[in-house]
């Protein structure tokens, strides 16, 4: 078995890739995390732990960051809803958040399990920023890192150059992508256009619902409101889930490379922006593996599978 530690701010595509990977068949999910981002902190525990109880698992939850490192909070509820989960207001679970601090539950995991762990980014960095900086020796004790976050050269979907998880957070992005941690940045764009979740895959998935196929669909409610009017997709973008994807099952790409990727912390107007040095003009060592393309037909038979 795979283990996976998802660091996460659960709001309705957060959700959607909880499921996937609660469905995969060889991940043991040893913790998930939780941080400030699309929804204050205690809210995204409440909606992570409502989404592993559906998936009839009790993986544990640990509460973290509840804000960014140096700025204000910066809440997504234009696109998620006011409760992160397209404002469908979801029973209290029954599980319940551990005690312990995630950034404490965050070192001790990765310790413990050298080399083994699969960390899996779904928010801002706050959480693994912090970590770091506790114990930067974490960066070379994770397998894998797979961050949903940014933009490859491309436009933003919070300001014209930023992804929001990275512009909420971009000191602590800033701090992560310079640890030398095995980085795979899986930026927004990989949700769009064609990976967009059309029309008629959401009337399949309703046709013959499953309890997990119901609460993706009718938690993204509000964000595929957002993802046509806002982002002018062509129906529902799920960043986090494509993430998650790369992270269940890596042949699912299809073009990758390595770059130096930088994150600006200081301009108002650039904030986030994930900078990456596709021509080598900085002449600095590659840090970050960015990838650049997916296996459509491959992400969407992945997702319909965990929702069955």
Not at 57 to 85: E, N, Q
Not at 163 to 171: F, G, H, L, M
Not at 182 to 204: F, H, K, Q, T, Y
Not at 258 to 286: I, N, W
Request: glycine fraction near 4%.
């Amino acid at each position: 078995m795979r283990k996976f530690l998802i660091d996460t701010d659960t709001a309705s595509d957060d959700a959607v890739a909880l499921i996937m990977a609660h469905r995969w068949p060889d991940v043991e999910i040893v913790a998930v995390t939780i941080v400030n981002g699309n929804v204050p902190v205690d809210v995204g525990a409440k909606n992570a732990l409502y989404t592993i109880q559906t998936c009839d698992c009790s993986t544990p939850v640990y509460l973290g960051a509840s804000k960014p490192i140096l700025r204000d909070s910066k809440y997504s509820y234009w696109f998620h809803g006011k409760d992160g989960m397209g404002d469908n207001n979801y029973p209290e679970p029954t599980l319940k958040a551990r005690d312990k601090n995630a950034i404490d539950e965050i070192i001790d995991t990765i310790k413990a399990n050298r080399g083994d762990i699969t960390l899996v980014t779904l928010g801002p960095l706050t959480n693994i920023a912090t970590a770091l900086l506790k114990d930067p020796s974490l960066a070379s004790d994770v397998k894998r890192c797979v961050v949903m976050g940014g933009a490859a050269n491309c436009v933003g979907n919070v300001t014209p150059a930023a992804e929001y998880n990275i512009w909420v957070d971009p000191e602590a992005a800033k701090i992560v992508f310079d640890s030398g941690m095995p980085i795979e940045m899986v930026g927004w764009e990989l949700s769009r256009n064609e990976a967009a979740v059309l029309p008629d895959e959401i009337d399949r998935l309703q046709a013959n619902p499953t309890k997990l196929s119901k609460l993706a669909i009718e938690c993204n409610k509000t964000a595929l409101q957002a993802s046509i009017k806002i982002q002018k997709a062509p129906s529902l973008t799920l960043a986090d889930p494509v993430a998650m994807a790369v992270a269940l099952d890596p042949s699912i790409v299809q073009k990758k490379a390595k770059y130096f990727v930088d994150v600006e912390t200081k301009s108002e107007l650039t904030r986030g922006q994930t900078v990456v040095d596709e021509l080598e003009v900085l002449k600095k060592a590659p840090n970050i593996t960015v990838i650049k393309s997916i296996d459509i037909a491959k992400w969407k038979n992945m997702l319909f599978n965990s929702l069955q």
